[in-house]
């Protein structure tokens, strides 16, 4: 079975703090992604990767930056946190040739005070 | 830029009722067409896909989806639903290189 795990289930930082949320896969997917999910607003992208070193932005990539340093790690990088990124973060990855079927970890839950 | 719409943000029913949830996508190019369940807690699961051939796709846990090209339509049913598929199910569409999701449907299933 895929499995993507993300760094931590809860997150409370406060305004201005750095945030670093890690996202790992076992599947040696080269596609890699991090959305924000909102009620009432679904998924949105926020950046992906299709191979190391690669990013490309997604639909809200601001304030909001990516690191892709190993093939199996997808960082998500908050360079100074505002209480409008409180919200979940999701992380998935997908099979070369397959973008479409992603396979997602638990979720983040982050709180910005 | 494709859109996919979500038409009911929740639906209740009762247990070993009929469901369906409804989505409707923009695009006048062939799409893939998903549908994801997230379960309290958990991340994003996927239910079934329809990339081509059958327009009637069956999915785990007894779900399946009609894909139908000329309302732009991929809705979700199941015939008789039970608590344990209380969750909230998203529809989502391909676009190049990524997915493009819906506001999501959230099922509550009651006694």
């Known amino acids: 079975d895929v499995k993507v795990t993300q760094s931590s289930r809860y997150l409370v930082k406060r305004t201005g703090e750095k945030v670093f949320l890690e996202c790992v896969q076992d599947?040696?997917?080269?596609?890699m992604f991090w959305y924000r999910q909102d009620p009432g607003l679904g998924l949105r992208l926020i950046y992906f990767s299709y191979d190391v070193k690669m990013k490309e932005k997604g639909d809200i990539p601001e304030g909001y930056s990516v690191s892709r340093e190993k093939k199996e790690r997808f960082s998500l990088i908050l360079e100074s946190a505002s209480t409008n990124q409180t919200s979940m973060y999701l992380c998935a990855s997908s099979e070369p040739g397959m973008l479409e079927t992603q396979y997602f970890g638990p979720g983040t839950r982050l709180l910005v005070l | 830029a494709q859109s996919v719409t979500q038409l009911d943000s929740q639906v209740p029913v009762f247990e070993e009722a009929p469901v369906e949830l409804r989505c409707n996508y923009s695009?006048?190019?062939?799409?893939?067409l998903f549908w994801y369940v997230q379960y309290p807690n958990q991340g994003l699961q996927l239910l079934l896909k329809?990339?081509?051939?059958?327009?009637l796709v069956k999915g785990i846990n007894g779900f399946e989806a009609e894909f139908n090209k000329s309302q732009t339509s991929f809705h979700l049913r199941k015939p008789s639903v039970h608590i344990s598929d209380t969750a909230e199910y998203f529809c989502a569409v391909s676009q190049v290189r990524k997915l493009i999701f819906g506001a999501g449907t959230r099922l509550a299933v009651h006694p």
């Open positions: 599947m040696d997917h080269e596609n």
């Open positions: 329809y990339l081509s051939g059958s327009t």
């Open positions: 695009s006048s190019v062939s799409v893939y």
